[in-house]
Structures are given as C-alpha cells and as structure tokens.
C-alpha cells in the first residue's frame, strides 16, 4: 500500500541546507516496533472475535479476509520501519488529535491511532479500525498547522462515517456477483499470490464506481469541516489545503538535464562511458501520447477536486473568500516543516525507491554540486542498488522502462541506471560513501 509511488510524484525543491549528518529523523527501535506490532496484533485477534457475532456464512469470511489483508500489510510496512517514530512528529500529531477531538463531543468516544509514513508524497489515509496515516510530505509541502488539520479532519471524518468498514462489505457483496466470477477464473490460473491479486481487483472494481467515490469524500469534506471548525484558526484554510492537493496533482515532475550524468559520474578510475545512456528503441511510439494522457490524467482528477471545493463553497458560505490561504506562525509546525524539507531523499531510500531518490539527488545536485550531504547519499542509494542487483531484485527499486506511462527524459535516468553492470554500480557507491 505505501511502498510504491506514482511516478508522477512532486518534487518541489526548497532552499533548506543539508546536514552533514546522514538522518535528522530518528529510526524507531527494534523493540518500540515489536511493542507496536504487538499491541496491533492483540487489536486485530479481537476485531476478528467480534466479527463472528456481526457476520455469518461466506460473507463473514470474506470480510475477514479483507481486513486481514490489510492488516497484514500495516503491520509488515511497521516492519519494514516506513514510519516515522520521531518523538518531535509522534508528540506534535498526538496534540493536534487531541485538539480535534477535545473541541467536538461528537468525537469524545472515538479512539484514533494517527502514524506518520515516510512517503514523500502529499497525501493522508483512513484505513479504517481508527488508524489514519499522515505522510511525511505534507508536513514539506502544506503552509501551516490549520491546513494540516485540515487534512486530519477529512480523514477523521471517513472514520466516524465509517466508510472503511462500509466499503469491506461491499467488496464481500461483490464476491457473489457475476463481473466477480469473471475475475475469479481469471485468479485460478495465476500459480501464486492469488489472494492479494483478488483483492486489487477487488479494490478496482470498487473504487470504479466514481458516483460512490465522489459521494464519500463530499460527506468526509463536509464533516471535516464541522470538525475543523471548532478547532482551529482560520476557516478558509480548510478550502486553502484541498485547493494544494489540486495544485499539487497537475505540476509536472522535475526534468533532468542531459550533462547531468557526465558530470557525476566521470569518477576517477571509472570513466564514464556513453553506452550508459543507451536508449530503448521506441520508435513506433508516439510520445505525444504520453504527453496527451498527462492530460487526460489532470482533466480527469482536478475538476474531482473543483466539484468538492464548489459545493464546500456552496454549503459554507464563509468559505467565500478570495484570500482562502492565512499563514499562522505555529513554533512547532515551522520545526517539523524545516525537518521534513531534509528528509526528502532519505524518505525515498528508507521506503525503497531508491531511484527516485537518486533522480532527487541528482536534480539537487545540479544546483549545488559540491554539496557532501547530497553526495553521501547518492553513494547510499547506489550501494543499495549494488545488493539488489547482486540479488537479482533491482526492479524493487528502480522502475522498468514503460514509454505508455513515462516521459523521455525519465526513460533516459532509468536507462542510465539499468545499462549499469554490477561491478560499476558497485563503483559508484562506493566512491560517494568514502569518507
């Protein structure tokens, strides 16, 4: 759920000035995790208990498997220590939380569970049974703490609407129906992981029916905003943070400059060679195509967001306001929001996509060449890349080229990295990693 990014993902670059140390965010122990683990596995045994009184038959089971597989997943990104467990974010969140629901009585009784991904991306998630996962890139990128809370109430909203468990029985009615048997026979030819294959056709065939999508998140948006109202600030922020995820959807990704891939990786005894570069013929491929389904793509999903901003403005009133975006000066936000700027490329790498975060270093790298922060860690990533190809499993972290869904310039960053033998990649981190 949480590893792999859309390749369209931003990367706005801020002024920040790097560390020379390695992480500024702290990594959670191996014992806070299994106490973690431990505390969610007790939860889920008696989740499933309770489900045996609710539900019966094949429905019952059926449900059960769904929330299993998702649990299941939560607890191995714990694991894999994708969140973060830095007591300045865990603190901060906990007393945002607290100030939603100490100001709304329709939330006393609500038990919530607020964890911090280490995605990049601007993006929050309900997934239900109390828990609502706020990634690292909305500290970066959101103006100040009402929009933050903002964001917080939507999701919170999704939990007391309790759309989660709303749309697991609706995937377990699903089960019976004839486009379901379709894909089962489909699923039964598959030799392995044929249960999570049923559950993302499962989850595709739900989230097809826009109508219902739509409706969700308008009831999240309206509800939200009762529940921010109360609590903080300045109203139009609620608006100002949906308007950002507008914007943020439709900017395009950071291109890389050609001389980019002489210019750092023409390493002493390693000189670069121009077969690196070495393309793919695509020919036959039309990239205005490419260009045309970015399109498509923006056209489709921010006139989503204008129909949710239109009727929040149309049922609020107050929300009006041609100037929706105040900028408080919260002392603690502005500190997490100068960490998170930092913690960009090491997000990436700590959630293994390491291409990506070599493409940031990269990109950074263009604008401040000497830098040893940066550099430090382009030797991390390419040593990472190093014990993934000697495992045969480089395609865990780098992408495969695919010219329906990427740009020619991307094309040409991953096939520098996959024209790379085994031996150079290895080069390569270990010159940016000496000391």
């Not at 006393?108 to 239900?128: F, M, Q, R, T, W």
């Not at 929009?147 to 377990?172: C, D, M, R, W």
């Not at 922020?237 to 950002?244: G, P, Q, W």
């Amino acid at each position: 759920m949480f590893r792999k990014i859309i390749f369209g993902i931003l990367f706005l670059i801020s002024s920040t000035n790097y560390s020379q140390e390695l992480r500024i965010i702290d990594t959670a122990t191996y014992s806070l995790r299994k106490e973690i683990i431990k505390e969610n596995e007790t939860q889920n045994t008696l989740f499933y208990k309770n489900l045996k009184k609710l539900y019966r038959g094949k429905k019952r089971k059926e449900i059960t498997k769904l929330y299993k597989s998702s649990d299941d997943e939560f607890i191995s990104t714990i694991k894999k220590n994708r969140f973060v467990f830095d007591k300045r974010f865990t603190k901060y969140t906990d007393s945002i939380v607290n100030v939603v629901i100490g100001n709304n009585d329709d939330l006393k009784n609500l038990e919530l569970d607020v964890y911090i991904s280490k995605n990049p991306s601007v993006n929050a998630i309900n997934i239900g049974k109390g828990k609502i996962i706020l990634n690292i890139g909305l500290f970066k990128y959101l103006q100040n703490e009402d929009q933050l809370i903002s964001i917080l109430s939507h999701e919170i909203a999704h939990e007391k609407l309790q759309h989660v468990n709303n749309n697991i029985i609706h995937i377990a009615e699903l089960q019976t129906s004839k486009k379901r048997k379709e894909q089962a026979r489909k699923i039964r030819k598959q030799k392995y992981n044929k249960y999570n294959s049923s559950f993302k056709i499962l989850k595709n065939l739900m989230y097809s029916d826009s109508k219902k999508r739509r409706k969700r998140e308008m009831q999240a948006d309206s509800l939200g905003y009762l529940f921010f109202k109360k609590t903080a600030l300045y109203n139009p922020n609620y608006l100002s943070a949906l308007k950002l995820l507008a914007k943020f959807e439709t900017l395009p990704t950071i291109e890389l400059d050609s001389t980019i891939y002489k210019t750092f990786f023409d390493i002493p005894n390693q000189p670069f060679k121009e077969a690196w570069l070495k393309m793919e013929e695509f020919s036959d491929y039309d990239y205005s195509k490419y260009k045309e389904k970015i399109n498509k793509d923006s056209i489709k999903s921010h006139p989503e967001y204008q129909e949710r901003i239109d009727k929040l403005q149309k049922d609020f009133s107050e929300l009006n306001l041609k100037d929706s975006i105040h900028k408080n000066n919260n002392a603690n936000f502005i500190e997490l929001q100068k960490i998170a700027k930092t913690q960009d490329i090491v997000s990436f790498f700590d959630i293994e996509e390491n291409g990506l975060s070599i493409k940031l270093i990269l990109y950074k790298l263009s604008k401040d060449n000497d830098n040893p922060y940066l550099k430090k860690w382009l030797g991390k990533n390419f040593l990472a890349l190093y014990e993934a190809k000697k495992k045969y499993r480089l395609n865990r972290y780098v992408d495969r080229l695919n010219p329906k869904e990427q740009s020619k310039n991307y094309q040409q960053f991953l096939s520098f990295i996959w024209n790379l033998s085994l031996d150079e990649i290895k080069n390569i981190g270990d010159y940016y990693s000496k000391d």
